[in-house]
């Protein structure tokens, strides 16, 4: 059973800067794509970054630029730094995992991916 943990949240103001972590463990497969989703109060959750095992990432155009995703192959975790942290970036933030390469749908339908951390919350001040 593949499980996620988040960590590294918290509270900055805005044009600050956050890096998540997300350990998994339990991978069965060979190839994942893990990604990072965030859900705001009274809001849809949206997908922020994904990337597959070679190393390729996409972003919602909200965050580029600002936010990169990356990750430790040998440790099995998954980063998301963000800079530039603005307020509306305030939410609930989801480390996500499914087996095999990531296809660009992820990042609109998020209920695609089967595994999901507990998620981490982020709260950026004006």
């Known amino acids: 059973q593949v499980q996620l943990v988040e960590s590294g949240g918290g509270s900055v103001q805005a044009g600050g800067s956050l890096r998540l972590s997300c350990e998994a463990s339990g991978y069965t497969y060979s190839t994942y794509c893990m990604g990072w989703f965030r859900q705001a109060p009274g809001k849809e959750r949206e997908g922020v970054a994904i990337?597959?095992?070679?190393?390729?990432?996409s972003y919602a155009d909200s965050v580029k630029g600002r936010f990169t995703i990356s990750k430790d192959k040998d440790k099995n975790t998954l980063f998301l730094q963000m800079n530039s942290l603005k307020p509306e970036d305030t939410a609930m933030y989801y480390c996500?995992?499914?087996?095999?390469?990531?296809?660009?749908?992820?990042?609109?339908?998020?209920?695609?991916?089967?595994?999901w951390g507990q998620g981490i919350q982020v709260t950026v001040s004006s």
């Open positions: 996500a995992a499914q087996s095999g390469y990531c296809i660009s749908v992820y990042l609109r339908f998020w209920s695609l991916l089967n595994y």
């Open positions: 990337i597959d095992s070679p190393g390729s990432a």
